[in-house]
Structures are given as C-alpha cells and as structure tokens.
C-alpha cells in the first residue's frame, strides 16, 4: 500500500491506513459479519476524523469498508504538499491519528470487543516514536543525537547501557500514552456526530472527501436522506 515513511523524503502520493483482521472472514455467521462491518467503520472513521481535525495531520481523500482482497478496510489521505521536512509536531498528530481506530473500538464496544484490526497502527506509530527519539533528536532527555547507524535502524553507533534502555521503553509509551488519550478525548467530545456518520458509512460503504467533509460540518441528514433514497431505488431494481 502506499504510504510516505515517517520523516522521510518528498511524497506526493496518497497514504493508506490499511488494516486487516487475524481471522478468516468467509467462515464468519451473517449477525457477526454485521458487527465486524461496524467495528470497521468506528475504526476507519476514526483515522479520518483525527486527520480531519488535527492542524498537522494529512486531509482524507476517501474512506471504504469495502473488502480488497485480504485487507477489510481503507482510509486514503493525502499530503496537501510534497515535504522534505517533517516537524515533531507532524508526528505526534500522525500518533493521534494512527491510534483513533483502537480508541474508538474501546469507546464504542468496550475494552473486550477490541480487534486486532489496529496492529499495523501500532507497528507504524512506535516506529514513529522511535524514530523521533533515536534518529531526529525530538526528545530532551535523549537530546540532539543520532543513536542508529544508517545501515541497521536497530543497531547503535554506541554502547547502549540499560539504563537508556529502560528510559527509551518509558518514552515510548509515554508518547504512544499521550496520543491514545488525546485520541479517546476528541472520540469524545465528537461521539454524536460520528454515530451518525458511521449509519451513513455502513449503509454506502464508501465515502469521498467531500461528502466526509460536508458531515463533518454537520450536514448529515442530507446525505442521509439521499443515500436512503439511493438504497431503496437500489432494491426496486
């Protein structure tokens, strides 16, 4: 899928919040699919309404619920410019925006319905971390050094003693923390509207930046009534 390392060179093309599930689908009962089709939504809808409302954070292109191949489920964003600088205050929104969709599973459904549908979220986000600290200097406590070789991301150009060690693990959930808390706060603070936009969501499958964009200024029941009345149409033909 395409993407743009964190912190890397120029990109220009769409990035693509991809997430699958651990299971086989096919075998799944009709009443669980429709909840898993739910939990997709919650989560994608997430990714996009974090990068909707966050100052740094890339805008949506479109969202879908539509199955592609083995993944379940896609959010496409877009840089709105190519960049060959990358701020700290771009990666922490990129954190927030990576951990909506486990925060919205938890608030809608609870901590035990949570999926493994986030996993290449977290995966993405701590490398993000990790890379603020050991190779961009973005941390005080680690300061302005490099600690990586170019050639082994994992290696260190120095000792690593244990005590920078247990200090790296406490900065990474502190900041991955952080991010999931901002992330449930504005779940929160937004929970009816996005209800709404989750009825439309399932019932379309698929939303295009500017329809995303008119409900997340408040105009849902338009586009409700309209996508009702597609449906029916749909079902008389």
Same mark, same amino acid.
């Given at each position: 899928?395409?993407?743009?390392?964190?912190?890397?060179?120029?990109?220009?093309?769409?990035?693509?919040?991809h997430c699958t599930l651990?299971?086989?689908?096919?075998?799944?009962?009709?009443?669980t699919k429709e909840k898993e089709k739910k939990l997709v939504a919650y989560h994608e809808l997430g990714h996009a309404v974090t990068g909707h409302l966050l100052e740094n954070a890339d805008p949506v292109e479109k969202?879908?619920?539509?199955?592609?191949?083995?993944a379940l489920w896609v959010t496409w964003t877009t840089p709105e410019e190519d960049k060959n600088l990358y701020s700290k205050a771009k990666f922490l929104d990129e954190l927030v925006t990576l951990l909506w969709g486990r925060a919205a599973e938890e608030v809608f459904f609870? $901590?035990?319905?949570?999926?493994?549908?986030?996993?290449?979220d977290f995966q993405r986000a701590t490398a993000i971390v990790k890379n603020m600290i050991l190779r961009y200097g973005m941390d005080e406590d680690f300061g302005p050094i490099n600690?990586? $070789?170019?050639?082994?991301?994992?290696?260190?150009?120095?000792?690593?003693?244990? $005590?920078?060690?247990?200090?790296?693990?406490?900065?990474?959930?502190?900041?991955?923390?952080n991010a999931y808390t901002k992330a449930k706060t504005i779940l929160i603070e937004n929970k009816d509207l996005i209800e709404k936009m989750c009825k439309i969501l399932l019932e379309k499958e698929y939303l295009s930046s500017e329809e995303f964009v008119q409900m997340m200024n408040g105009d849902t029941t338009a586009e409700l009534?309209?996508?009702n009345k597609k449906t029916k149409k749909e079902k008389t033909e």
């Open positions: 899928f395409a993407h743009c390392n964190p912190g890397g060179g120029a990109c220009s093309e769409p990035r693509l919040h651990a299971w086989a689908t096919d075998t799944l009962s009709v009443k969202i879908s619920i539509v199955r592609r191949g083995q609870g $901590k035990d319905e949570i999926t493994t549908g986030a996993s290449n600690y990586l $070789k170019d050639s082994e991301e994992q290696s260190f150009t120095n000792p690593y003693s244990e $005590k920078m060690a247990e200090l790296l693990d406490q900065k990474i959930k502190s900041y991955l923390e009534s309209n996508t």
